[in-house]
């Protein structure tokens, strides 16, 4: 990947999906798409839609996020505001920003995404040591019409994308997580972003705080994108001194959690 041509673009941020059917967006949508898909979105039929809810039931089975109606998938509204402050010093040219119904396993697959160096994601992770497979991304489960979509974004399909983007960063929890098989070494998301093309990932440790991570990203991408235009390493680095100077995030559990894989500069 050395000598590789920058891409033209800066950074597309895909954040705040929509994960339950009686979420308020539903009264306010309509919004075009900002990317034209690449493939056709895939409605569920009861087959499939019986094999996403046994998939995504797996997936989550060691996280707190089933109730007696089966998997209850929070909103995560700081990463709407995640995405508006890592965007503010970029022009709008150099700038995409996938929310909401967009945020969807076709605005991933197209080929639209692999002109940015920088993709960001900011949405629910599963990691699952014991069944990597059923590891990935959950991305908007519903179109603007309520029609449920399987847009959890496997970890085998996150090898078989064209992503040569110069930094991934995962905005989730435990997303730098996986499982060590014999003869093929860890397998999980920065594994796989990294076969995609990737030339570095950002990944988190252990779960997340929704606002305080919202806070580390924004001044990670300052330092980055902003005047002193730090290597990734140098910024995550800069980034979290700054949450440990803010007695509000001193914390470690708020801003330690996220690492840096693949090439530091």
Known sequence: MNGRPLAPKTLAVLADPVFD??????QTSGAKKKLAPK?????????????????LKRAVRDFDFEDEEG????????????ADSIFASLPNNQRSKILDFDA????????ELSNYRFVHFATH??????????????????????????????????FNLKLPAELVVLSGCRTGLGKEIKGEG??????????????????????????????LMATFYREMLGGKKLSPASALRQAQISMLKDRRWQNPYFWATFTLQGEPH
Do not use: C, H
């Not at 990294?194 to 305080?212: I, P």
């Open 125 to 158: 992770s599963f990691l699952n040591n014991k069944n990597p497979e059923l590891s990935g991304i959950v991305l908007s489960l519903f179109d603007e019409n309520g029609k449920e979509q399987d847009d959890f974004l496997r970890v085998g399909e996150v």
């Open 71 to 82: 998997i209850n998938l929070p909103r995560l509204p700081f990463t709407r505001r995640e």
């Open 21 to 26: 059917v009686k979420d308020e967006r539903f």
């Open 186 to 215: 860890l397998v999980g998301l920065t594994r796989g972003f990294m076969y995609a093309g990737a030339k570095r990932v950002v990944v988190s440790l252990w779960d997340v705080n929704d606002e305080g991570t919202s806070e």
């Open 39 to 55: 493939f056709e979105t895939v409605a569920l039929t009861k087959n499939t839609e019986t094999v996403l809810a046994k998939n």
């Open 104 to 111: 969807t396993r076709n605005a991933v697959f197209n080929s």
